[in-house]
């Protein structure tokens, strides 16, 4: 039969748990020094080993040879527990018996001492799913918990556990665990399964799982099936329907480099391929504060987790990549109020300008020092601005006035080149530009936009 890689490498021991330090040390302590409080909440987000370190612990509890704080995993009980069958290991889950019944039924029980082993263990799983009533009931038992007696309440939500429960329990907080830890996890699971894989897939299914080790191995187990025990980045993507990051970050770079069209076609073949294109966009937002970061830290190591992957960015100036920024989280609250296909690709097209962006310290440097000759200024301000503005400067109606060059530049082209020639204005004072308006055709009454 065959038994989902969740299932089949579920942690036995305290040993093999990953993460959740805190929480393993301070279980195995309490064994190891006969200190097990009457009464746990296990509290914290779903997948990430509240069960398993429950069923841990009734093992060594009840364990015929513990060492050190550990079950030994061979004995007649530790081999029941594992197999379910144990007596004296009751496993409850509140979500589908959510009764007072259930839980007098609970408490009569309770009143049995161990039938085999040394300890009497329940685990009462989605705790907060319990009945008022219910609650109530449980709170009796744990006021005057019986004779080893131990109980185990696990919740993924915490805030709806009532605070008398709480106050009775020894709370155990559970955390998500880290993208590098699933990925470690992930490969024993790789090794064990003859799996070939490569980093960059696992790294993808650790991330779309978000700290949740279950999710991220029955992805595995997905993925181990569809793609004939190759995992690749390939069969991720198409069989899991997740994006790899380094695919976002080439989308990135068309928008760094106003390839719009480009764009445009790569989120219209996610959506035809049935992407979740919000998803798509909430990794794009994290590759570009990302790149920001890279840019602007100088340690950025400290900070992200692959500073490596970003130097690929280093060419681009930060204005650019912060003014992509803001298209971005602008075309995701605007994806609230309308099909995200269409917010998203206005956002693309905003990016059109992204390439005339230049950076000030640039046009600093190209500014005249002291001493120097005089330089023509409209090459240097030529030099400063996108092929289609150096046209529009080259085509423009030139005047002196006051020592300063004007360009009058026609309305339409004017209104294309407009922010990057004001820029340009602003930092080279010997220019300066003006709409020629075209003139109005005869018996029309326009006004000018500007
Ligand atoms: N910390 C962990 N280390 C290794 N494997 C883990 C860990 N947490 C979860 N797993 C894997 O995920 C599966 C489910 O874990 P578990 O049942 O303990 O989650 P849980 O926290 O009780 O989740 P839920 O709140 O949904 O009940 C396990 O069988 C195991 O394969
Ligand atoms: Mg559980
Ligand atoms: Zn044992």
Same mark, same amino acid.
């Given at each position: 039969?065959?038994?989902?890689?969740?299932?089949?490498?579920?942690?036995?021991?305290?040993?093999?748990?990953?993460?959740?330090?805190?929480?393993?040390?301070?279980?195995?302590?309490?064994?190891?020094?006969?200190?097990?409080?009457?009464?746990?909440?296990?509290?914290?987000?779903?997948?990430?080993?509240?069960?398993?370190?429950?069923?841990?612990?009734?093992?060594?509890?009840?364990?015929?040879?513990?060492?050190?704080?550990?079950?030994?995993?061979?004995?007649?009980?530790?081999?029941?527990?594992?197999?379910?069958?144990?007596?004296?290991?009751?496993?409850?889950?509140?979500?589908?018996?959510?009764?007072?019944?259930?839980?007098?039924?609970?408490?009569?029980?309770?009143?049995?001492?161990?039938?085999?082993?040394?300890?009497?263990?329940?685990?009462?799983?989605?705790?907060?799913?319990?009945?008022?009533?219910?609650?109530?009931?449980?709170?009796?038992?744990?006021?005057?918990?019986?004779?080893?007696?131990?109980?185990?309440?696990?919740?993924?939500?915490?805030?709806?556990?009532?605070?008398?429960?709480?106050?009775?329990?020894?709370?155990?907080?559970?955390? $998500?665990?880290? +993208? /590098?830890?699933?990925? =470690?996890? *992930?490969?024993? &699971?790789?090794?064990?399964?003859?799996? #070939? !894989?490569?980093?960059?897939?696992?790294?993808?299914?650790?991330?779309?799982?978000?700290?949740?080790?279950?999710?991220?191995?029955?992805?595995?187990?997905?993925?181990?099936?569809?793609?004939?025990? $190759?995992?690749? +980045? /390939?069969?991720?993507? =198409?069989? *899991?329907?997740? &994006?790899?990051?380094?695919?976002?970050? #080439? !989308?990135?770079?068309?928008?760094?480099?106003?390839?719009?069209?480009?764009?445009?076609?790569?989120?219209?073949?996610?959506?035809?391929?049935?992407?979740?294109?919000?998803?798509?966009?909430?990794?794009?937002?994290? +590759?570009?504060?990302?790149?920001?970061?890279?840019?602007?830290?100088?340690?950025?190591?400290?900070?992200?987790?692959?500073?490596?992957?970003?130097?690929?960015?280093?060419?681009?100036?930060?204005?650019?990549?912060?003014?992509?920024?803001?298209?971005?989280?602008?075309?995701?609250?605007?994806?609230?109020?309308?099909?995200?296909?269409?917010?998203?690709?206005?956002?693309?097209?905003?990016?059109?300008?992204?390439?005339?962006?230049v950076?000030?310290?640039?046009i600093?440097?190209t500014?005249?020092?002291?001493?120097?000759?005089?330089?023509?200024?409209?090459?240097r301000i030529k030099a400063l601005v996108?092929?289609?503005?150096?046209?529009?400067?080259?085509?423009?109606?030139?005047?002196?006035?006051?020592?300063?060059?004007?360009?009058?530049?026609?309305?339409?082209?004017?209104?294309?080149?407009?922010?990057?020639?004001?820029?340009v204005?602003?930092?080279v004072?010997?220019?300066?530009?003006?709409?020629?308006?075209?003139?109005?055709?005869?018996?029309?009454?326009?006004?000018?936009?500007?």
């Amino acid at each position: 039969m065959y038994i989902p890689f969740a299932r089949k490498y579920r942690p036995r021991f305290f040993r093999e748990v990953v993460g959740q330090e805190v929480p393993v040390r301070v279980l195995k302590n309490a064994v190891k020094e006969d200190r097990v409080s009457h009464a746990y909440l296990f509290a914290g987000p779903r997948g990430v080993g509240k069960t398993t370190l429950a069923r841990i612990l009734a093992k060594a509890l009840n364990c015929l040879n513990p060492a050190d704080g550990e079950p030994c995993g061979e004995c007649e009980n530790c081999r029941e527990i594992e197999r379910g069958s144990f007596p004296d290991l009751v496993e409850m889950d509140a979500a589908s018996n959510r009764g007072i019944d259930d839980i007098r039924a609970l408490k009569e029980a309770v009143s049995y001492t161990p039938i085999k082993g040394k300890t009497k263990v329940y685990i009462i799983d989605e705790a907060h799913m319990l009945t008022k009533e219910a609650f109530n009931a449980l709170l009796k038992t744990l006021e005057e918990p019986p004779p080893r007696t131990v109980f185990i309440l696990c919740t993924t939500e915490y805030e709806k556990i009532i605070p008398t429960i709480l106050s009775r329990c020894q709370r155990i907080m559970f955390s $998500r665990i880290s +993208e /590098e830890k699933i990925v =470690e996890y *992930l490969k024993m &699971i790789c090794g064990k399964e003859n799996i #070939e !894989f490569t980093e960059e897939a696992l790294r993808m299914i650790a991330s779309a799982s978000e700290g949740c080790m279950r999710d991220a191995a029955s992805l595995l187990d997905q993925a181990s099936l569809a793609g004939g025990d $190759r995992v690749t +980045e /390939e069969v991720v993507e =198409e069989f *899991l329907g997740i &994006i790899s990051r380094s695919k976002v970050r #080439e !989308f990135m770079k068309l928008l760094l480099e106003s390839e719009v069209d480009e764009a445009v076609r790569f989120l219209r073949d996610l959506y035809n391929r049935g992407y979740n294109l919000n998803k798509f966009w909430e990794v794009l937002e994290e +590759e570009v504060r990302n790149a920001v970061l890279f840019k602007s830290l100088r340690e950025p190591g400290r900070v992200l987790d692959e500073p490596e992957v970003y130097s690929e960015f280093e060419g681009y100036p930060l204005e650019a990549l912060l003014y992509i920024e803001n298209v971005i989280t602008r075309g995701k609250l605007e994806a609230r109020a309308r099909p995200p296909l269409r917010a998203y690709e206005l956002a693309v097209v905003k990016t059109l300008i992204v390439k005339e962006i230049v950076p000030i310290s640039r046009i600093l440097e190209t500014g005249p020092k002291t001493g120097e000759v005089r330089e023509d200024p409209e090459e240097r301000i030529k030099a400063l601005v996108s092929p289609i503005a150096r046209k529009a400067i080259e085509s423009a109606q030139k005047r002196i006035e006051n020592g300063k060059t004007v360009y009058e530049i026609e309305e339409d082209t004017y209104r294309t080149v407009r922010e990057e020639l004001e820029r340009v204005a602003r930092s080279v004072p010997e220019v300066e530009f003006r709409v020629l308006k075209k003139k109005p055709p005869p018996g029309k009454d326009t006004t000018s936009l500007f």
